[in-house]
């Protein structure tokens, strides 16, 4: 049974920081890709940011370039999100999310596994 597992979420004000993090069990993850999503209120499901099984290579969205950063620990099964700069756009359901093989996909579809969220909420 494979699980992911986020956490970190909270409120924070604008211009803030928050860490998620994503514990991954029941397989080893050490050779997937893993990424971040996030869904807003009557808003589809969008691409954060994502990172290859080595750590070696990274993709982001445009909107969260210079300010967010992923980063893993295969040791712990692990992926962080460090969000700097926060603004309230930002708000929304933040899931986790891992695929095996070493193409770093920007669409949903393309993920086997998905975590069941944590909420970030920036005030202004």
């Known amino acids: 049974q494979v699980q992911l597992v986020e956490s970190g979420g909270g409120l924070v004000q604008a211009g803030g920081s928050l860490r998620l993090s994503c514990a991954a069990s029941?397989?080893?993850?050490?050779?997937?890709?893993m990424g971040w999503f996030r869904q807003a209120p009557g808003k589809e499901r969008e691409f954060v940011a994502a990172?290859?099984?080595?750590?070696?290579?990274?993709l982001y969205a445009d909107s969260v370039k210079g300010r967010f950063t992923i980063s893993r620990d295969n040791a712990k099964n692990m992926a962080s999100l460090q969000m700097n700069s926060l603004k309230t756009e930002d708000t929304a359901v933040y899931f986790c999310?891992?695929?095996?093989?070493?193409?770093?996909?920007?669409?949903?579809?393309?993920?086997?596994?998905w975590g069941q969220g944590t909420q970030v909420t920036v005030s202004s």
């Open positions: 990172i290859s099984w080595s750590g070696g290579s990274t």
């Open positions: 999310a891992a695929k095996f093989g070493r193409v770093i996909p920007r669409v949903t579809t393309a993920y086997d596994y």
């Open positions: 029941g397989r080893t993850f050490s050779w997937d890709v």
